[in-house]
């Protein structure tokens, strides 16, 4: 039994109250710093993106007046063109509220089930299309 004692290592020591003071305040001190880091980021981030998305516009503006609308466009071994993008409209309490209402009270909902509701739902969706630049 005395050897299985001994190779045992021993439970480290608690650390003070002062050491866990000092660790904590540089804990906090480092969440702070990465904190304010991710939020710099992110303003960073938004302003490209608009900076982005004013170029897109300008770079649009040309093409149209050029009649280049479709254009593949190659700058540093990069190919770019206007492709067109899809996107329905978001779902949201409100617009689900409107279309539920309207679903109700329509005559063709009469003995319907959830799955009419669902594809009566899909249907109604705004789909938005949008021009964007993409590369290939």
Request: charged content about 25%; glycine content about 2%; aromatic content about 6%.
């Amino acid at each position: 039994m005395s050897q299985i004692t001994n190779v045992i290592p021993p439970l480290p020591q608690q650390p003070q109250p002062q050491d866990t003071t000092k660790r904590l305040q540089h804990a906090v001190r480092s969440w702070v710093h990465y904190d304010n880091l991710v939020n710099t980021f992110n303003k960073q981030a938004q302003n490209a993106r608009s900076l982005k998305s004013a170029q897109e516009k300008d770079i649009q503006d040309i093409l149209l007046q050029l009649k280049q609308q479709r254009a593949v466009i190659e700058v540093n071994g990069a190919r770019l063109q206007f492709q067109q993008k899809e996107s329905k409209s978001n779902l949201s309490w409100s617009w689900l509220d409107e279309q539920l209402h309207k679903w109700y009270s329509s005559p063709e909902s009469k003995g319907k089930g959830a799955t009419d509701l669902i594809k009566y739902l899909q249907a109604h969706r705004t789909l938005k299309i949008q021009e964007t630049l993409e590369k290939l």
